[in-house]
């Protein structure tokens, strides 16, 4: 099992520039989330999808949409970068969402917008 | 509402030391608490999860944690630092009604000196 990956692994954008992030997860899990990580500021949730065929704003959502595309697979797009959104990005996937689920983690989309 | 502090955003022990690593939290309703700890340039992954059941928590490479309500406190220990345990450790808490995703502190980076 490969568990949570994400692709790109790094990716620079100009300002105005739009892009998605991939994610994908093969433990059949339920509920799927994007987080940002900031310097100093821990990990922020961005969106996520308790289960197929829903979606819900997290603490940061202003800038971001996103897309349960199916069970597996769950996208974030930025239609129009800002350098604020210079981050490192992190999908992540539970069984569950009743919130004591663990959540695994993918290894990460660093994002740089110039 | 719900919130995680984290004392110290970087701790350094030397090898063989106790490990001590503190999170306290805020929450309105019963929480479950988790510990995620992060390796360069990786994502994170689990280290152990308080979900109502028993106190003490023991999680793996040797780590565990304390739930004390009157305290608000979920810290984590290690008798005897190894120079692996170096990373960067979450606090994270989430609830049992209303939105369960989990918020993170800002973690706390540890430094194992040989």
């Known amino acids: 099992n490969a568990g949570v990956t994400q692709t790109p692994k790094f990716q620079v954008l100009k300002t105005g520039q739009s892009m998605t992030l991939q994610c994908a997860q093969d433990m059949n899990h339920n509920s799927m989330y994007w987080y940002r990580q900031d310097p100093g500021m821990g990990l922020r949730l961005i969106y996520y999808?308790?289960?197929?065929?829903?979606?819900d704003k997290g603490e940061v959502p202003n800038g971001y949409n996103v897309s349960r595309l199916n069970k597996r697979e769950f996208s974030l797009r930025l239609e129009s970068a800002a350098p604020s959104q210079t981050s490192v990005y992190f999908c992540?996937?539970?069984?569950?969402?009743?919130?004591?689920?663990?959540?695994?983690f993918g290894p990460g989309t660093r994002l740089l917008v110039l | 509402a719900q919130s995680v502090t984290q004392l110290g955003s970087h701790v350094s022990v030397s090898e063989g030391a106790l490990v001590l690593l503190r999170c306290n939290y805020s929450s309105s309703v019963p929480p479950y608490l988790f510990w995620y700890v992060q390796y360069p340039n990786q994502g994170l992954q689990l280290l152990l999860k308080y979900t109502s059941a028993a106190t003490l928590v023991k999680g793996i490479n040797g780590f565990e944690a304390e739930f004390k309500k009157s305290e608000t406190s979920f810290h984590l220990t290690k008798p005897s630092a190894h120079m692996s345990d170096a990373a960067e450790y979450f606090c994270a808490v989430s609830r049992s009604t209303g939105r369960r995703a989990l918020t993170f502190g800002s973690g706390t980076r540890l430094q194992v000196q040989p």
């Open positions: 992540a996937s539970s069984e569950a969402s009743t919130g004591k689920e663990t959540q695994y």
């Open positions: 999808s308790a289960s197929e065929g829903t979606t």
